[in-house]
């Protein structure tokens, strides 16, 4: 008896048509680059997946955080005889002595001789003649034990769920500005499982803005890594263009006009790279910069969709979020960050493009986005 993984994926994969041979293959070649540094070895049976080898459990660690991958399962992989896979299923039903179970089998195999009902019902009534104290529960069973039939059988001995969404890289990119905060990252594992490649940019206002401030942002970035393999990571200057909105700008504009630097800079970086889209952490009425007229204004100098996966999301789903993906005790921790520093004590909460516009004749716009850009930093993650 050996064991392996079973590899489930989403099913939106499947319904892929003609382009699903594309999916799969995507997402097999992103497993096998998390794992390249470790022993392990790839089967296939009747279109199933399987992944053996020494260390399985952490096999299951890496893969488990790979975008597609739904579910992993410990199987035992045995010969598809009927005597072997009574033993396997009775050995593993007395490990886990629950009070009730029942028996769900799936033939892929139409070659063996018996129906998954007739399997079902021979294993059930063995488990049943061989333990005490043990009941069939069709609709409430404490264990479900699962049997697969195909080139060889498979008994479930363990199953853990994996992240979903869509193979990486298979769905377009997008520049994700990623601050310090809580939100920046969650949005971009939003988009990255949904397959979108992420590429950064981080406005780091130096001096006012610390070197560790920056390394907290390279910090998040590798973490995103471990979901989605190499991030590029772009470090853009940003102190000279709030220098120049706060000389010549009114106070209770500063943020949006900001705001609309940032979107610049990230479209015209996207162009540059020859990336689709921009992404964003912000959610609606969050703060004064996340009013629907303010997200208006800032999306006007935007030349690309702009995706805001947390939207419609409260704070504390997106907390959630990101303490399950790792990046909240990093997001939280206290260092300053380009808006916190030049916050005009009342924002404008209701922007109008006109007067926005009108504002921004006294600004250099291109100077100071071609200024920003030449000085951009590529940090590979
Ligand atoms: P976050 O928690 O992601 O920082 P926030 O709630 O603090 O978001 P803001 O600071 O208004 O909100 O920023 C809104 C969005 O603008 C962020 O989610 C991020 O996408 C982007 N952003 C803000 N500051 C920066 C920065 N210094 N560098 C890159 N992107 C930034
Ligand atoms: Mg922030």
Known sequence: MKKVILVKYASEIFLKGL??????????????????????????????????GE??????????KVFGVSELCIVRMIPAEMEEIKAQCLEIMKEVSPETFKVETKRADKRFPMNSMEVSRELGSFILSNMEDIKVDVNKPQHVLQVEIRGNAYVYEKKVKAVGGMPYGMN??????????????????LVGRRGVELNCVYYHSSPYTSERAKEKVKDLAKILSSYTGRINLYVAPFTNIQMSIIEKCREDELTIIMRRFMMRLACELAEIKGIASVTTGESVGQVASQTMEALIVSDDVSDRPVFRPLIAMDKNDIMDIAKEIGTFETSILPYEDCCTIFVPKHPKTKPRLKEIMKSEEALDIEALVKEAIDNTELIVL
Do not use: C, H
Not at 19 to 38: A, G, P, S, T, W
Not at 172 to 186: E, F, R
């Open 55 to 64: 260390d399985l459990e952490g096999i299951i660690e890496r893969v488990k």
């Open 19 to 52: 382009n699903r041979n594309k999916f799969e293959k995507k997402l097999k070649d992103n497993i096998k680059k998390v794992l390249k540094d470790i022993d392990y070895k790839f089967i296939m049976d009747q279109n199933r997946w399987f992944i053996g």
């Open 172 to 189: 377009g990119s997008t520049m994700l500005m990623l601050s310090g905060g809580i939100d920046s990252p969650v949005a971009g594992y």
